[in-house]
């Protein structure tokens, strides 16, 4: 049902205990569409987060989702991989109540005032006011699967258990069933994942589900008002031709919302910075140009619209390049004792482990690397225009007048690289407009100056050489 281990959330010492003492501290059942809706209310006019860690919906895809959840909707998210989708939903889990009482031991997380199966509904018509209750956690009322083309009605609905049949129980007795991911949701969120994928004939088994709230088992309705919310996910490509969900099915989502990639270059660059795990310090230039590198993937004519570019693929941009300057670190340890500093040279060392991710025109077969080259440099070349125009770099040009050369590249220290250049005119004002600070570490400066030389050579002032050891010779052309 959960990912968290129920073990980590033990419910407060003051909770109530029996059903007579929830009842007595004035507890109000609600259905998880009106928990969801209250709490949705009250952050709104308190003015707290309602979605922690989505970044680029806030004004586009968040309103429509609450008011999908304000209309007690069950909703669909279209969109392309690497939108956010599922963490969107996980986040829902966030609106419900911390703690909701449940009957210990129900496999439905029933709540006592509401029980739903029979043995349950017996049980608080037996103990009354003395029925023992437990307190179950938001983080464990939240289930999930994985639409794949194997998943069976049983999965998903629930099954007949031969074990329980074994033992002597009759196939219209309700504890015969082993209930499936969905029920188990109960007083709780579902979602599925790319619903397209599942098997048309196992979609029909979601019907009842979405609308009349109850199950059918094996040849036999057994009524349960199930309580729940129903999420799911698709790509619109999957939505129309590789799988799609059948008509009845998406008559019954009250809502559908449609996701998108981050419009602007900030929140692109927000993304990075939230989700990239980085083992190395990367310069705000560089990560700009990785911002601008995949938004150039997503936007180019040789890569296929339909597949999308995720936004992983800038995450993972950043995690490579930042351990690729741990590894020169690692590598030249007695030259740098700097913490490691990713430069911008960095970035192509990047683009063979990302070919991965970016499905190309069938017409571009054997140009991926070439064509991701192109891009990259495109993407430099843009954040120069953009941090560094109208700067004056003649002190750059004259590090490599009367014929002089500087090296750079992925196994050339920051301390090698400053010894090479040694002081230089103009500096301190690339280095402000690239957002490093007044007092550069050594890393810091020499990311700057890589940065300068490589923009100096795409805009075509200074010539490049490129060696088979990784090194990267800057000189005047001509």
Do not use: C
Request: charged share 25%; aromatic share 4%; proline share 6%.
């Amino acid at each position: 049902m959960g990912s968290v281990d129920e073990t980590q959330h033990v419910p407060p010492s003051d909770l109530p205990g029996t059903l007579g003492a929830l009842r007595a501290a004035g507890h109000r059942y609600r259905t998880v569409k009106d928990e969801l809706r209250e709490n949705l209310l009250d952050r709104l006019r308190t003015g707290q987060p309602r979605f922690p860690g989505i970044v680029g919906y806030d004004n586009t895809v968040l309103p429509e989702v609450e008011r999908a959840l304000l209309a007690g909707h069950d909703m669909v998210l279209l969109g392309e991989r690497g939108q956010g989708k599922t963490r969107l939903i996980r986040s829902l889990t966030g609106l419900l109540d911390e703690w909701t009482p449940v009957i210990p031991d129900s496999p439905l997380h029933e709540h006592p005032m509401r029980p739903v199966l029979p043995a349950s509904r017996a049980l608080v018509a037996e103990t009354g006011d003395d029925l023992p209750i437990g307190w179950l956690h938001r983080s464990l009322r939240y289930g999930e699967k994985l639409a794949t083309p194997d998943t069976s009605v049983g999965d998903l609905i629930g099954d007949i258990d031969p074990i329980r049949v074994a033992q002597g129980r009759t196939l219209g007795d309700p504890d015969t069933i082993h209930f499936g991911l969905v029920p188990r949701a109960n007083r709780g969120i579902f979602a599925v994942n790319e619903l397209p994928d599942l098997a048309e004939r196992i979609q029909v088994s979601l019907l009842n589900v979405l609308e009349e709230r109850d199950i059918q088992v094996r040849g036999y309705q057994l009524r349960l008002p199930l309580d729940l919310v129903l999420v799911a996910s698709a790509n619109p490509e999957d939505y129309t031709n590789r799988g799609r969900i059948i008509t009845p099915l998406k008559d019954r989502f009250g809502a559908e919302v449609r996701t998108h990639y981050p419009f602007d270059l900030d929140l692109e660059l927000a993304l990075i910075r939230q989700e990239a795990r980085l083992v190395a310090e990367i310069p705000e230039h560089v990560l700009e140009v990785l911002a601008r590198f995949a938004r150039a993937v997503r936007e180019s004519p040789n890569v296929d619209p339909r597949s999308g570019v995720s936004a992983r693929f800038a995450i993972a941009a950043a995690e490579t390049v930042a351990a690729a300057a741990l590894r020169r670190s690692g590598l030249l340890g007695g030259d740098d004792t700097d913490p490691p500093v990713a430069r911008v040279g960095d970035t192509a060392l990047a683009v063979n482990t990302l070919r991965g991710k970016v499905e190309f025109e069938s017409g571009e077969e054997g140009r991926e690397a070439e064509l991701l080259d192109h891009l990259l440099r495109t993407a430099i070349a843009d954040t120069y225009r953009a941090r560094l125009a109208g700067l004056d770099l003649s002190g750059f040009t004259a590090l490599v007048a009367d014929g002089r050369a500087v090296t750079t590249g992925e196994l050339v220290g920051a301390g090698e690289l400053l010894r090479q250049v040694g002081p230089v005119p103009g500096l301190a004002k690339v280095l402000s407009r690239l957002g490093i600070s007044d007092a550069p570490t050594p890393g810091e400066a020499a990311a700057g100056i890589e940065f300068v030389l490589e923009s100096l050579h795409l805009l075509r002032r200074l010539g490049k050489e490129s060696t088979d050891d990784g090194r990267n010779r800057y000189r005047i052309e001509g």
